[in-house]
């Protein structure tokens, strides 16, 4: 047992076996499979994760599987395909750059089906980082499940695969082929690789979505830290932050659940600049921002310099997405080079302007069966 197994222990974040469905659905599904199609592509829009409800529920995880600590996301174009054939056994192929998350993925759908056949699966992120706040992971998942469940005939109904892979998720660990870490999901990114847009999220429901609005974009920046595999960052964040949390409770959870709901509100009245200023209110907050503190030294100084850079460019939305630590800033377009400009003068010049994503999934029929 390493230090970083030493830790996670001590939160009870354990291993989870590849292709071990802990969490079966109940509903939502059948096990009569149609197998119209020989090959589907599924491509899903990546989330950036802007603020929490309950805190909380980033440390316990429920009897359900799940992490109920609710999200307001953002839908963002880096995209992550899955390209899935009917094959004779289940098999991730060698060009899946992350093919644990991959086979756990095709494993747990098909046996929620009862699906005895197996598939050639090839899943990717397109673009090349992980562990920055993006969802790459969790929409690996979504894009893997959303094809086979395709490929059967949709056995599954697509707005119960949220919870489902939340309820079992896990993230790999560099070196074990054998074995995921529990990593927190609450059936965000997923909702996100459906429907697109803004996004709040609850008990792994979608309660709320708006568009964003047109003319914005987003600019990224990734400032330089330590990039561990997914057992690494995750006791990153259980050892610098969870006794953190815990000591900070109830004020903390009191905050987060009032900003959570005026940013609800903003979201239900379709208004970016509520949205916004209930974010800027959270990343406020000093013991929120100590959390990324902990994990990230410097991040908290860095990200108040680089917001009052910012004002003068009004923009839409800024934070830190999901564990960090990636700074998201949504703006006009028109300003982006400005905007970057502020990253770089504080140091950060690992920098993405990816568009938004308003819409979800995009399914392609590569061949038909018969």
Known sequence: MDEHDQIL??????KVKIGNLVYPLVG????KINLAY???RTTVPGRLFALFKNIKGLVEQEKTGEFNYGEVSFGV????????????TLHVTDSSRRPSIVRHAAEITRKQVNYQGGFLVEANNDFPYR???????????TATA???NKLLGDPIQNDRLPRFLAQNYGEEIDGDHDNLITVQCTGGTSWMGLVGGIILVDKSQLKYRMAIPEGLGYVIGVPDYEKPDAKGAMAREAGGIFQDIMDKLPEMDKFHKEVFREVELAIKDSDILRV???IYKAFSYDPFMQLFENMFPGIKELFWKLRDKMQKHSPAAM?????????????DKHKEKEVMDCYEQLGIDYLLTPEVANNGFIYEVLEKNG
């Not at 222990?9 to 354990?14: G, I, L, S, V, Y």
């Not at 562990?131 to 998942?141: M, N, W």
């Not at 934070?319 to 703006?331: D, E, H, K, N, R």
């Open 38 to 40: 020989k090959k589907v």
């Open 131 to 141: 562990h920055v706040g993006s969802g790459s992971s969790a929409a690996l998942f």
């Open 9 to 14: 222990e001590q939160w009870n974040f354990k």
């Open 319 to 331: 934070f830190i997405s999901s564990a960090g630590p990636g700074i998201v800033t949504l703006c």
């Open 146 to 148: 959303l094809s086979i």
């Open 28 to 31: 939502g599904y059948s096990d």
């Open 77 to 88: 174009n880096l995209r992550t395909h899955a390209d899935v054939s009917l094959y004779d």
């Open 276 to 278: 916004g200023q209930g």
